[in-house]
């Protein structure tokens, strides 16, 4: 049987130190492993199947890929790096494989006329909340940097006050793609995370690189030797071979599969994905099912990276880029899991719900120019986005909470929105959620001492928001009394729906060098900071605990906790952060 082969490796895929073991080493061996040589990543090959285990920056080792071929393990090593690490405290580098500027391709770069022009169609056909004028661009090595400027009186010493905090920027990409970002994050930090992410699905296989970079090197030896014409001609002849590119899209699929069957709840029978994607923009639908019980789930985004880059492989087949993927996965009565992919080349109109704006797929059949079109596509590529994006005909969506607040308005939430009064937010807009639960002791003197029980629920943004829609309260007596039937449905709509994307957004912000208030809690990417009380990073966070309205928080070395209010925005999220970080 072949011997197992322990390697410690840089990002880049060089390693640092090898040796063999009989039988194959536990996480604790592989972490140790890892430690040793002062690395984040290491590999344990057996014959032609390779696993893959990272380091996160928490100091906490997990199996990456439990077991694949050499070529995906790459991939899947440079992905957890950009996920994880890049680009570090000291901000990007130049020789790092995320560090290059990618290829504009076919498409070439955008130029700032039109940068600008995308994000105010953006801004339109998304009803954002963004002045539409007077904005600026700046250009970095993927994109631009698109954004309302703040003019700020500089004579005026506190003029500060009045600059909005966390306003967003948009990143445009030569493709055409639009990601929108916080000010709260460094602009360097956000034009370098933003060109690893082009670089990383846009990058030329690593043979095919690697002749490119031999005919660089030829060319530049053939202008030194001082005899032009010395070399007459190189050619890169052929890509990949077809089988190659499909062995390698078929394995980046099953890990995708993989890291999809992570977000689901645990003991899950059934999961069905769909992504639509075009080169500048994608929707993704994930469901699980337990019990006969769909459960629906959120895409993170750096799995739609891994989605995006498998589509870039795709594209050098000769059936071109798919318009959509099914990706099924069943689990069997011993455990294992089958696997079945399906791709829609769009021979058949897409479905409207997975069907993007036209610009989309004009960006699309710009970056991957292809002989054959389906008659709809072109059609539809070439129709106005405002026309054909209108909504379709449906009947009203019932509600699930319609309750009275107060003595003469009502809350009312359906699957879009939540309305109270003339003030209404969409869920995809909010971004703080709090619920706390309070209860009050009226001491008798005469008469039996009563209760009243307050229910809070609060939803927000940051900046201009509405203020009825931040303190619903419910309130009822009694010393064991149950909680009100719509408060107890927007608690879980949140848990369900919000918290999840909430969540995500606010530990990539950490993960960005970004930083954000919860209460008077600091949270950033060393630790946590509560001036004059805490200054800890996560290393040395033991303990949180949700009791009493507040969120717990222990230190090694601090006897007395640290406590945040549950009535705080997004304090329901402190655990989670703590834990994701922490390890």
């Known amino acids: 049987m072949p011997r197992h082969v322990l390697a410690a490796t840089r990002m880049d895929g060089r390693e640092i130190a090898r040796e063999e073991r009989p039988a194959a080493p536990s996480l604790t061996v592989v972490a140790a492993y890892g430690d040793l040589h002062a690395c984040d990543y290491v590999t344990v090959s057996q014959g032609e199947s390779v696993g893959l285990y990272a380091r996160d920056p928490g100091g906490t080792w997990d199996a990456v890929s ?23 405290p000291d901000g990007a580098d130049p020789n790092h494989p995320l560090g290059r500027a990618p290829q504009p391709g076919a498409v070439g770069r955008i130029d700032e006329r039109r940068a600008i ?48 905090v966390g306003r967003s920027v948009f990143m445009v990409g030569d493709t055409g793609r639009i990601k929108e970002v916080t000010s709260a994050i460094p602009p360097g930090q956000a034009d370098a995370l933003f060109t690893a992410e082009e670089a990383f699905v846009r990058r030329t296989p690593a043979e095919e690189a690697f002749m490119n970079d031999l005919k660089a090197e030829f060319e530049r030896l053939d202008a030194r ?16 071979p077809e089988d190659m590119t499909a062995a390698r899209v078929t394995a980046l699929t099953d890990e995708i599969a993989r890291q999809l069957a992570l977000c689901g709840p645990q003991r899950w029978e059934r999961m069905v994905a769909a992504f639509s994607c075009a080169v500048s923009a994608e929707t993704a639908d994930l469901c699980f099912w337990q019990h006969e019980r769909p459960i629906e789930a959120r895409v993170p985004e750096q799995i739609a990276l891994l989605v995006r880059r498998q589509r870039h492989l795709a594209a050098a087949m000769p059936a071109g880029p798919w318009l959509r993927l099914m990706v099924a996965v069943t689990k069997g ?17 897409l479905p409207d719900g997975q069907l993007l704006a036209p610009r989309h ?37 019932r509600p699930f909470v319609d309750s009275l607040v107060g003595w003469t308005t009502h809350v009312v939430a359906d699957q879009q929105r939540i309305t109270y009064g003339g003030d209404s937010l969409t869920w995809e807009e909010i971004e703080w959620v709090r619920y ?29 928001s509405p203020k009825s829609l931040e303190n619903l309260t419910w309130s009822k007596g009694g ?28 530990l990539d912000l950490i993960r960005r060098g970004g930083s954000f208030t919860i ?36 230190e090694r070395g601090r006897q007395q906790a640290v406590r945040v209010s549950l009535g705080s925005a997004n304090a329901v999220l402190l655990p989670r952060i703590v834990a994701a970080m922490a390890g």
């Open 66 to 88: 439990p077991g694949t071929d050499a070529v995906t393990t790459d991939e899947m090593r440079l992905w957890f790096e950009l996920i994880h690490h890049y680009p570090g």
């Open 117 to 164: 022009a995308l994000v105010q169609e953006h801004i339109a056909t998304g009803g954002l909340d963004y002045p539409p004028q007077g904005l600026v661009a700046d250009r970095f090595a993927a994109g631009w940097s698109v954004y309302a400027p703040v003019d700020v009186d500089d004579s005026d010493p506190m003029a500060f006050l009045d600059m909005p």
């Open 225 to 240: 030797s001082g005899q032009p014409g010395a070399i007459t001609d190189f050619t890169v002849v052929g890509t990949p």
């Open 333 to 349: 009565p011993g455990g294992q899991a089958q696997v079945s992919t399906q791709y829609d080349y769009g021979d058949e109109r």
């Open 361 to 397: 797929y004009r960006n699309d059949l710009a970056a991957y120019p292809r002989a054959g079109v389906p008659a709809w596509l072109r059609a539809y590529a070439g129709a106005n986005d405002r026309r054909t994006a209108s909504p379709r005909q449906e009947a009203p969506e």
């Open 436 to 464: 706390p639960v309070s209860r009050t002791k009226h001491q008798g003197f005469l008469f039996p001492s009563m209760y009243t029980n307050t229910y809070t629920f609060g939803v927000g943004r940051y900046g201009n």
């Open 479 to 506: 010393k064991r009394a149950e909680a009100p039937e719509a408060w107890l449905a927007l608690v879980e709509f949140a848990q369900r729906v919000l918290e999840p994307r909430l969540l995500a957004q606010r």
């Open 519 to 554: 209460g008077e809690m600091r949270v950033h990417r060393g630790g946590l900071t509560l001036r004059g009380v805490m200054e800890a990073d996560w290393g040395s966070l033991t303990d949180v605990k949700v009791a009493d309205g507040l969120v717990w928080i222990h």
